[in-house]
Nanobody
Framework: QVQLVESGGGLVQAGGSLRLSCAASGSIFSINNMGWYRQAPGTQRELVARILSGGTTNYADSVKGRFTISRDNANNTIYLQMNSLKPEDTAVYYC?????????WGQGTQVTVSS
């Protein structure tokens, strides 16, 4: 059974930094891409950043220049380094993986940025 386990969320002041991790475990073959999505109360879940199998990265316009996604292929783990955090970054952050044409989600980790 495939599992995605996120860690690294928390409470931080505006301007601060956090690093999220997402480790995938189980019978995993052919990862197409992994990424981070977020959902604030009353809003739809949105893409934050993703990294494709070839290493290409995509970012939401709102986080470009502040967030960096990276991966550790050997451990099926991705990271999201979040700098210069703003109150509007407050949300539950979810890890998502597309592997062997199946979609997997983590349970989410709360990120709260105080002003």
């Amino acid at each position: 059974q495939v599992q995605l386990v996120e860690s690294g969320g928390g409470l931080v002041q505006a301007g601060g930094s956090l690093r999220l991790s997402c480790a995938a475990s189980g019978s995993i073959f052919s990862i197409n891409n992994m990424g981070w999505y977020r959902q604030a109360p009353g809003t739809q879940r949105e893409l934050v950043a993703r990294i494709l199998s070839g290493g290409t990265t995509n970012y939401a316009d709102s986080v470009k220049g502040r967030f960096t996604i990276s991966r550790d292929n050997a451990n099926n783990t991705i990271y999201l380094q979040m700098n210069s955090l703003k109150p509007e970054d407050t949300a539950v952050y979810y890890c998502r993986m597309l592997a062997s044409n199946r979609l997997y989600w983590g349970q989410g980790t709360q990120v709260t940025v105080s002003s």
